[in-house]
C-alpha cells in the first residue's frame, strides 16, 4: 500500500482524535496534530477541510476551532414564545421576596421575570443585560448593579472576563439564568463557551440558582454543557418536558418547576 493509500485508510481513525481534542479544548493546531500523527500537513488540512464540509468544525488560520451554532439576536428572540416565557417570569419571581440580592442572567426569559418582579420592593438586582437594567432601574425601591464587560451587540448584553470577575463581588439570594437548550440527556447547554461559564459561575455563587428554559429548548442540542449546572435548585418551565428528560434531571438534581 502507497503511503497516500495508507493515510487515507487511516483518516476516519484520524477524525475521531482530531474531533475528540476539540471536545475538550475548543482548539487544534494543525503543526500538532502533523506532529501527532506523523503525517504531513497538507494531509491534516484535508482532514480538517473534510471535517469541516461536514459541520463539525470551523476552519481558522493555522488549525480548526470547535463549531458553535449560534443563537438567534435579541431582538429577534423577544416576541417568541411570549405567553410561555410570561408565565416562567411569574413562577420565578414568585420565588423572590421583598429585600432579596437577585441575579437576572441576559436573555428573553430573564426579561419576562424582571417584567413580573415589579411589585417586589428594596430588591438589589445584579444584571449583565442592557435591557434587564434599564426595566430594573425605573422600579421604585429597586438598585441595579450593571455588572461590567465587552457588550455584546447580538445579546445586548456585557460578557468576557470582567463580567465573570463582576459576579464574583456580590452576595447573591437567588439567581436566575438563560440557556441554549435541554438536552434529552437533562443536562442544560449553552451555545458559547463564554456563556456556559459566566453561568456556571452563577450556580456555583448563588444562594439558589433556578434556569428558565421555555418549552422551545427542550431536546436542543447546543455544543457546550455548562458545568456545574446540577448545583441548580431547579429549571423553571412552560409546560413539562419528555418524561425522559425529567427523569434524567431527577437523577442529576434540579427540580423540574412547570409554570401555572
Known sequence: MSDSQSARALA???HGEILRRLAADGTVSITELAVHFDVSRQTIRRDLKQLADRGQLELVHGGATLFEPTEAAFTERRGENAAAKASIGRAAAALVRDGMVVFLDSGTTTLAVAHALADRKDLTICTTSLSIALQMCRQPQVRVHMLGGEIDPAEEAAVGIDALEAISHFRVDVAFLGGGGLSPDGDVTDFTRNGAEQRSRMVATAGKAYFVLDSSKFGRLTPL???RFELA????VDRRP??????ALKRKGPAV???E
Open 242 to 247: 419528555q418524561e425522559a428528560i425529567c427523569e
Open 12 to 14: 476516519p481513525r484520524r
Open 257 to 259: 418547576i412547570v409554570a
Open 233 to 236: 435548585a431547579g429549571v423553571i
Open 225 to 227: 454543557r455548562i458545568p
